[in-house]
T-cell receptor, first 114, second 110 residues
Framework: GGIITQTPKFLIGQEGQKLTLKCQQN?????MYWYRQDSGKGLRLIYY???????QKGDLSEGYDASREKKSSFSLTVTSAQKNEMAVFLC?????????????FGEGSKLTVL | QQKVQQSPESLSVPEGGMASLNCTSS?????YFWWYRQHSGEGPKALM?????GDKKEGRFTAHLNKASLHVSLHIRDSQPSDSALYFC??????????FGLGTRVSVFP
C-alpha cells in the first residue's frame, strides 16, 4: 500500500497572503490532483498533473498556481488569500495517465483566512 | 447546472437498516460511475465503480446502474455506525475526467 501526505494539516493566513500547500505520495502514481472542498459544493478540481513538470488546469484554477517538480510531489499555491475564505484542499493521485476514476486522497489541508 | 446530482442531501438510518442513495447524471458522455465515502476529518475513499447496466455487489454495498436514465444508486445493507459518512457519486468522462456530485450525508443511529 501507499500513502498521501499533505502538509500542513491546518493553515491560517491573512488576506492577500500567498500560501503554499504540499503533497507527497509514495504509490509511484503518474497522475496527481488538487481538489477544493467547500461545504455544500462538493469537490472541485483545481489542477492536475499527469507526469513530472506537467500541469493541466481544472475548473477552479483561477487564483492558484501549481508545481510538479518530482513524480512524488505536487504543490499548490494560493496566490492571494481571500478574506473569510475557508476550505479544505485535497490532494489525490491515480495510477497511469488515463483517469479511470479511482483516486487515492490525502486527509486534506484546512485553510482559514482571517 | 450540476452535472451529477445526488439525493437525498442527508439520510438517517437505524443500525442494521438499509440506506439507499441516488445519483443522476445529465451528461450522456459519462462512461461510468464511482461511489466514494468520506469520514469526518479524512479524505474520500473509493468504494466501488459500476459501468454495466444492473447490479454490482461488494459485501454489504450494492450499486445499481440504469444507463438509459443515467441513474445510479447505492444501497447499504445492515448499516453500521462506521457507515456514517459523506457519500459522493462521481461520473467519469475520459475527455473531461471525473465529476463529483455534492454528496449525501448518512447518519446511522443505534
Amino acid at each position: 500500500g501507499g500513502i498521501i501526505t499533505q502538509t500542513p494539516k491546518f493553515l491560517i493566513g491573512q488576506e492577500g497572503q500567498k500560501l503554499t500547500l504540499k503533497c507527497q505520495q509514495n504509490f509511484n502514481h503518474d497522475t496527481m490532483y488538487w481538489y477544493r472542498q467547500d461545504s455544500g459544493k462538493g469537490l472541485r478540481l483545481i489542477y492536475y498533473s499527469i507526469t513530472e513538470n506537467d500541469l493541466q488546469k481544472g475548473d477552479l484554477s483561477e487564483g492558484y498556481d501549481a508545481s510538479r517538480e518530482k513524480k512524488s510531489s505536487f504543490s499548490l499555491t494560493v496566490t492571494s488569500a481571500q478574506k473569510n475564505e475557508m476550505a479544505v484542499f485535497l490532494c489525490a493521485s491515480s495510477p497511469g495517465r488515463a483517469n479511470t476514476g479511482q483516486l487515492y486522497f490525502g486527509e486534506g489541508s484546512k485553510l482559514t483566512v482571517l | 447546472q450540476q452535472k451529477v446530482q445526488q439525493s437525498p442531501e442527508s439520510l438517517s438510518v437505524p443500525e442494521g437498516g438499509m440506506a439507499s442513495l441516488n445519483c443522476t447524471s445529465s451528461d450522456r458522455n459519462f462512461q461510468y460511475f464511482w461511489w466514494y465515502r468520506q469520514h469526518s476529518g479524512e479524505g474520500p475513499k473509493a468504494l466501488m465503480s459500476i459501468f454495466s447496466d444492473g447490479d454490482k455487489k461488494e459485501g454489504r454495498f450494492t450499486a445499481h446502474l440504469n444507463k438509459a436514465s443515467l441513474h445510479v444508486s447505492l444501497h447499504i445493507r445492515d448499516s453500521q455506525p462506521s457507515d456514517s459518512a459523506l457519500y459522493f457519486c462521481a461520473a467519469i468522462n475520459y475527455a473531461q475526467g471525473l465529476t463529483f456530485g455534492l454528496g449525501t450525508r448518512v447518519s446511522v443511529f443505534p
